[in-house]
């Protein structure tokens, strides 16, 4: 297996523009930490550390407070995401019908592990919790599209969709 790749930050003028303005406008409002957060990642795809850093500083804060936040919350990401977001469902009903094996083929397919994005950006695998189609177990989702009563065979043609 080749070593991971870690996808450097790049940021464009317009994200750092966009940046600026979040701050701008909750800067004076209590409590703005989590809107700007929520905001930012809806600019970048992520909370990477230069855009933490940037946010602290626009709101007199510490990096390790900001940083706090993001870790402490499930609904931010430290991490890229994949133009094609994979979230495979590890609930109960799920789990019990096979997710587990779905999630480790595309790992192996991928070469990525949970909470990872491949090297080219491409795809990001998540972990979920039950999504609500516990009648269509197992149940794996890519951005918006649903695909139920998986098996371990049809995941290679699956993603040869989406790199074609």
Do not use: W
Not at 9 to 20: G, I, R, S
Not at 70 to 77: E, G, H, K
Not at 81 to 98: D, H, M
Request: glycine fraction near 10%.
């Amino acid at each position: 297996m080749e070593p991971k790749t870690t996808i450097p930050f790049h940021e464009t003028e317009e994200q750092a523009a966009k940046l600026q303005d979040i701050i701008a406008t909750h800067k004076e409002t209590r409590g703005a930490l989590i809107p700007i957060l929520h905001e930012a990642q809806e600019v970048y795809g992520y909370l990477p550390i230069e855009v933490q850093k940037r946010i602290a500083d626009g709101l007199g804060l510490s990096l390790t407070e900001v940083y706090g936040v993001v870790t402490f919350y499930a609904q931010f990401s430290l991490k890229p995401k994949g133009e094609y977001k994979i979230g495979v469902c590890l609930g109960t009903a799920c789990y019990v019908k096979g997710s587990g094996d779905i999630i480790d083929k595309i790992k192996q397919r991928l070469n990525i592990e949970v909470g990872e994005c491949t090297s080219d950006g491409r795809f990001s695998l998540d972990a979920t919790r039950c999504i609500g189609a516990c009648g269509l177990a197992p149940v794996m989702t890519i951005n918006d599209d649903v695909y139920g009563k998986l098996t371990v065979d049809e995941i290679d043609s699956i993603l040869s969709k989406y790199t074609a």
